[in-house]
């Protein structure tokens, strides 16, 4: 009796470290010319039919790498995110693992049965209604006919186009195509998900019901691999990430490790600011009254910081110069998340927390102090405007900076500032 639920416990635990994809040294090359790539690909075709060997290891004239000795593991119910700029060759790895195109050096393994949502909706045919292309896709990836009937009411219900499915998938908005074939993909219940960037669409609510739908999958023991540009969504959902930068594996491990070095990256490559500080030209034309000379954190001894610290202390320091006095200014600050979607992570004005500045003539530094910096750590980029009820004095449109930590924030959206007590009671 023993023996047995000790052969059961190993089985379980060899079931969850099983191996589903092996990617060992995977290169793809592609040819940026359309009539070269043609001429290379009949070559090819040749060299197989005579019974030649290519040489897929070399670069031809016109030729570039788009992977190159790429490798890794993903385990049963594991979340993979791969990180990396556009180009990177994110999407053309995901092919090669889904199937539709083959490398030209190295072996990828796939053990069960692959989703691949690379495209939603792309491989539906337009003219087909939504109803057959329901049974055509999901035939595609692998269901019977029988098992088909049994969850389309199922796949309709998750997808919400009751009143469109017997419409041609030609008359869908992008928004119904894209919940149609995530509806697909996600009701074969399969081994390995492969996920490009379609999170990013559809509503609030219908994101909702696909992080829901994907929880519960990974409970029975599907694996993932996620791309996409939110950072959030890396973390919140995969346990491990790797970074590609032009089709070459630059780190791998924890997803937050890695998502911090690819924001690290983007700065350093010249798309944000580390300096901490920055000087404006001084305008030739001073109509409008007030001008801005400088952008600058400071810390509470005013040295200039070259970055802030998640739940330090910071101040944000507007230097201008004012033509005349001006009693009413209002400072704006909206900032955003330059490695995210792009959405607004914090406004801030003076107005609205009633706060009246009034500007007197000459050179003048305003201060918004933040106790605590309430940003996750990131690259981040903001507009800062200088405007009264009717007109902007001056603004700047991209003051870039970056957040850093000191402390555990892992997979927070926002530092909140905490103390721990304990009350006898």
């Known amino acids: 009796?023993?023996?047995?639920?000790?052969?059961?416990?190993?089985?379980?635990?060899?079931?969850?470290?099983?191996?589903?994809?092996?990617?060992?040294?995977?290169?793809?090359?592609?040819?940026?010319?359309?009539?070269?790539?043609?001429?290379?690909?009949?070559?090819?075709?040749?060299?197989?039919?005579?019974?030649?060997?290519?040489?897929?290891?070399?670069?031809?004239?016109?030729?570039?790498?788009?992977?190159?000795?790429?490798?890794?593991?993903?385990?049963?119910?594991?979340?993979l995110g791969l990180v990396g700029a556009n180009g990177s060759g994110k999407s053309t790895l995901l092919r090669?693992?889904?199937?539709?195109?083959?490398?030209?050096?190295?072996?990828?393994?796939?053990?069960?049965?692959?989703?691949?949502?690379?495209?939603?909706?792309?491989?539906?045919?337009?003219?087909?209604?939504?109803?057959e292309n329901i049974y055509a896709n999901m035939s595609i990836l692998g269901l019977p006919t029988k098992k088909i009937k049994k969850l389309f009411d199922d796949v309709v219900d998750f997808a919400e186009i009751w009143e469109a499915i017997d419409a041609p998938v030609q008359t869908y908005s992008s928004g119904m195509a894209a919940r149609l074939g995530f509806a697909c993909a996600v009701h074969i219940e399969p081994d390995v998900l492969l996920i490009d960037e379609v999170l990013a669409v559809g509503d609030v609510k219908f994101k909702m019901k696909c992080h829901q739908r994907l929880a519960k999958l990974r409970e029975k023991g599907t694996a993932f691999i996620l791309v996409t540009h939110n950072p959030h969504s890396t973390l919140n959902v995969c346990d491990s990430a790797i970074y590609l930068k032009k089709g070459q594996l630059i780190q791998s491990g924890e997803s937050e490790v890695i998502i911090r070095k690819y924001e690290e990256d983007l700065c350093l490559n010249g798309v944000g600011s580390t300096t901490g500080i920055m000087v404006l030209p001084r305008k030739q034309n001073d109509?409008?009254?007030?001008?801005?000379?400088?952008?600058?954190?400071?810390?509470?001894?005013?040295?200039?910081?070259?970055?802030?610290?998640?739940?330090?202390?910071?101040?944000?320091?507007?230097?201008?110069?004012?033509?005349?006095?001006?009693?009413?200014?209002?400072?704006g600050v909206q900032i955003k998340s330059l490695s995210g979607e792009n959405d607004l992570v914090l406004y801030l004005t003076s107005t609205s927390d009633q706060c009246k500045l009034k500007i007197p003539r000459g050179k003048v530094e305003i201060r918004m102090k933040m106790p605590y910096c309430g940003l996750v750590p990131g690259v981040y980029t903001s507009k800062i405007y200088l405007r009264d009820g009717i007109r902007t004095f001056d603004s700047v449109e991209a003051f870039r900076f970056t957040v850093k930590a000191n402390r555990n924030t892992s997979k927070c959206l926002f530092y909140q500032p905490r103390e721990w007590e304990i009350v006898l009671k």
């Not at 005579?50 to 040489?55: D, E, L, N």
């Open 1 to 79: 009796m023993i023996a047995e639920l000790k052969n059961k416990i190993i089985a379980t635990q060899n079931k969850d470290s099983e191996v589903v994809i092996s990617v060992e040294e995977v290169s793809k090359k592609f040819c940026r010319d359309l009539k070269q790539s043609l001429f290379y690909g009949v070559q090819d075709i040749a060299t197989d039919l005579i019974g030649g060997r290519r040489k897929s290891q070399y670069l031809r004239s016109g030729e570039f790498w788009a992977l190159k000795d790429v490798g890794f593991q993903l385990r049963r119910g594991e979340a």
């Open 96 to 131: 090669i693992i889904s199937g539709l195109i083959k490398p030209d050096t190295g072996i990828v393994k796939v053990k069960g049965r692959v989703a691949p949502l690379i495209a939603l909706g792309a491989g539906f045919n337009p003219i087909l209604t939504g109803r």
């Open 287 to 331: 109509d409008l009254g007030l001008d801005i000379l400088s952008l600058s954190f400071r810390d509470e001894h005013n040295h200039v910081l070259p970055h802030l610290l998640t739940g330090e202390p910071a101040y944000l320091c507007v230097e201008c110069i004012a033509h005349k006095p001006i009693n009413n200014t209002n400072l």
